[in-house]
DNA sequence: CGGCACTGTTGGTAGTCTTACCAATAACGC
DNA sequence: GCGTTATTGGTAAGACTACCAACAGTGCCG
C-alpha cells in the first residue's frame, strides 16, 4: 500500500542525548530485560524508529550506556574526593561503597554484565571501562600494598551484590 | 484447520528431570538469554510444549532452576567438607572460592539475579536459597566473629564477580 | 534565486522469537 | 472399559529489532 501524505515535524535538539539518558534510566530501574526500544523511545519521548536510527543495532546503545554508566561512577567519586572534608581513607571509602553498593548502580552493573556475556564487543568495552573505574578507586584512596585496587573493587561489588540479592 | 492424524509416542521417563537438567546446562553456558522454551526442549530431546506442559510458566522453571542451581552448590561445598584431607580453615576456602568463582556458576548467579529482579517470587526464593547456602559456608567452615558468613559470602561473590567480568 | 545533498522525522512493516495454549491421540493403571 | 497422564503438532498473541519509502527542514554552491 502507497503511504499517504505524511506528517513530520521540525528535527529537535538532543534527541540522541535524550535516547541515552532514557535508556539510562530504563536500566536503572527496570534492568537489563526492560530495556528494549520500545521503552526507551516512550521515556526519551521519541518514536521507536529514532532509537534505531541514532543507535542502529541494539549492541551501539548498550554500548554507549555501559560507558556512560561507567562515567557516571566515575565522576561520582571524583565528586566524593573533592567535596570531601576529610581526606582520611576510612570516610572516602564509606562514600565510594555507598556509591557502588546503590540498588539502581547494582541493577545497572548485573545487566550490563549479562548483556556483555553474549556480546563480546561489549564485554570488550567493559573490561575497559572496568580498568577506568579502578583506577578512579584507585587515584580515590591511593593504592595499598596489601589491598590493590583489584581486590578493593571485587569487595565492593561483594557487598554490593549480597546487599542487592537480599533486599527487601 | 483440523489436525491430520497425530502420531503420539510412549511416555518416556524422566522428562522433567530432562528439561531441568538441559535447562540449567543452558544456563550455565550462554547464560539467562538463552534460557528459553525452544533452548531448553532441544537440548533435552523434548519437544517445546513439553517445556510448558511440566513448567507451566516461565516462572516455574526458572524457580526449579534456582533451587537445584543451589542446591547443587550447597552439595559440593559438603563434598568438599567430607573429602578434605585437611581441616584447615585455609584449605577448606580455597575450595569453597573455587567453586563460587567458577565462570559457569557466576554466569547462572548473575542470570538468576537478573530474572529474580522481574519476579518477586522468585525473589523471594533467591532470598531463602542464599540463606541455604549461606548456611552451608557456615557449617563448612565454622562461624567467625571477625568474618560472619554473610561478609564471607559477600567477599567470594565479589571475587567471582570480578574474575567472571575481567575474564579473557 | 534555484537546485541539490544531507540529516532528521514519520508511520508502517517484515521477520524473528517468545510464551502459552489447544484438540487430538496414545499409553498406562485400575 | 475408563479415567488419568503424557505426547504431538500446530497456533494465537505479543514483543522485539531492524528496515524502508516518503517527506521535511537546513545549508551550501552556483
Do not use: C
Request: aromatic share 4%; net charge positive.
Amino acid at each position: 500500500m502507497r503511504p499517504k501524505a505524511l506528517a513530520t515535524t521540525a528535527p529537535r535538539e538532543g534527541v540522541r542525548e535524550r535516547i541515552l539518558e532514557a535508556a539510562l534510566d530504563i536500566l536503572r530501574e527496570s534492568g537489563i530485560q526492560g530495556l528494549s526500544q520500545v521503552q526507551v523511545a516512550r521515556r526519551a519521548k521519541v518514536r521507536q524508529s529514532h532509537v534505531t536510527y541514532y543507535f542502529p543495532r541494539r549492541h551501539d546503545l548498550t554500548e554507549a550506556v555501559t560507558v556512560r554508566f561507567i562515567d557516571n561512577m566515575v565522576s561520582a567519586l571524583q565528586e566524593v574526593a573533592a567535596r570531601a572534608t576529610s581526606r582520611k581513607r576510612d570516610a572516602l571509602l564509606r562514600r565510594a561503597e555507598e556509591a557502588i553498593t546503590d540498588p539502581g548502580h547494582m541493577r545497572m552493573f548485573t545487566g550490563v554484565i549479562v548483556e556483555a556475556d553474549t556480546d563480546p564487543e561489549l564485554h570488550t568495552v567493559l573490561v575497559r571501562e572496568t580498568k577506568r573505574l579502578q583506577s578512579a578507586l584507585t587515584h580515590l584512596l591511593g593504592d595499598d600494598k596489601r589491598e590493590p585496587a583489584a581486590s578493593l573493587l571485587a569487595s565492593l561489588w561483594g557487598r554490593g551484590l549480597y546487599a542487592f540479592v537480599i533486599r527487601k
